[in-house]
């Protein structure tokens, strides 16, 4: 089996480490980037399986990153997870209109982060 490639755009070092040891430890390889602009580009030049995307960006927010991905035909069926700190009623709901698959709140939960991503990829083989 391949491994697993997962883009994750997100500002935050902090969270980029987090979610960077949980992936390591679960077999995958992940992309980093710390803007949306930066994402679109690795999400078009690298096709990963899931990509996992912070809302709130210091470029562009992450309903327009989402947006975009959608639009273009190289990414319009990535699966993509938002993982933010937009956790009032509606917040889940707009990132789904925008082109989300899942969402997860922040504090990221490393069980619940990986049980959103388990819904859209295999479990890479460790």
């Known amino acids: ?14 969270n980029m480490l987090l979610v960077e040891r949980l992936l390591i430890a679960r077999g995958c390889q992940m992309l980093k980037a710390i803007n949306g602009s930066t994402g679109i580009e690795l999400a078009l030049a690298h096709n990963p399986q899931i990509i996992l995307l912070d809302i709130n960006l210091p470029d562009i927010d992450g309903y327009e990153v989402a947006r975009r991905l959608r639009d273009a035909p190289q990414t319009a069926t990535i699966p993509i997870v938002a993982v933010t700190a937009n956790a009032l009623k509606g917040d889940a709901e707009k990132a ?29 083989s460790t």
Do not use: H
């Open 1 to 14: 089996m391949s491994t697993t490639v997962v883009l994750y755009i997100e500002d935050n070092p902090d």
């Open 96 to 124: 789904i209109a925008a082109g989300c698959d899942g969402y997860v709140s922040k504090p990221i939960n490393l069980r619940d982060l990986w049980n959103a991503m388990l819904q859209f990829i295999e479990a890479p």
